[in-house]
């Protein structure tokens, strides 16, 4: 599980003084490239390599509104890797209280410059064994 702190903007909020919906998607995005960086896989080095990793699908749960300053944790694990396509989950709380504020998940595959998908296992290998390692722990953690 990987963490990452967002907070609030006042831009983001909109006249009703709350965080626009749009605004998890940015989050989860955030969120989603500090995880690879992390793993030492940011998206600029990807796109060295001419690799990007667009976006499949996405799903979005709103649990309780976010307002301007709330500092949002984020907490990122990968749910399920096939070497081509990786399934990210989404948990954000409002850190100070803990309240959960939103859930979400999105699809991603790797893809080179002319759209053909890319086998991590053979461009990457050590990238591969880091993204199978994720999502194994995530499973063994799971009751």
Same mark, same amino acid.
């Given at each position: 599980?990987?963490?990452?702190?967002?907070? +609030?903007?006042?831009y983001e909020t909109?006249?009703? $003084?709350? &965080?626009?919906?749009?605004?998890? +998607?940015?989050?989860?995005?955030?969120a989603r490239t500090d995880f690879l960086k992390n793993a030492g896989y940011g998206? !600029? !080095? %990807?796109?060295?390599? $001419? +690799? &990007?990793? #667009?976006? +499949?699908? %996405?799903?979005?749960?709103?649990?309780? #509104? &976010?307002t301007f300053d709330d500092d949002v944790r984020i907490e990122v694990a990968l749910e399920q890797y096939t070497g081509v396509k990786l399934v990210i989950i989404y948990k954000m709380t409002n850190a100070e209280t803990g309240e959960l504020v939103f859930t979400g998940r999105s699809s991603h595959c790797f893809i080179d410059s002319k759209g053909i998908p890319v086998a991590l296992r053979k461009k990457f290998p050590e990238f591969d064994a880091i993204l199978r390692k994720e999502a194994e722990d995530y499973k063994s953690a799971r009751p």
């Amino acid at each position: 599980m990987h963490t990452y702190i967002h907070s +609030v903007k006042y831009y983001e909020t909109d006249k009703m $003084g709350i &965080t626009h919906h749009s605004n998890y +998607v940015r989050w989860m995005e955030e969120a989603r490239t500090d995880f690879l960086k992390n793993a030492g896989y940011g998206i !600029r !080095r %990807l796109e060295k390599e $001419g +690799v &990007t990793s #667009p976006v +499949v699908s %996405l799903e979005c749960q709103y649990k309780h #509104p &976010t307002t301007f300053d709330d500092d949002v944790r984020i907490e990122v694990a990968l749910e399920q890797y096939t070497g081509v396509k990786l399934v990210i989950i989404y948990k954000m709380t409002n850190a100070e209280t803990g309240e959960l504020v939103f859930t979400g998940r999105s699809s991603h595959c790797f893809i080179d410059s002319k759209g053909i998908p890319v086998a991590l296992r053979k461009k990457f290998p050590e990238f591969d064994a880091i993204l199978r390692k994720e999502a194994e722990d995530y499973k063994s953690a799971r009751p």
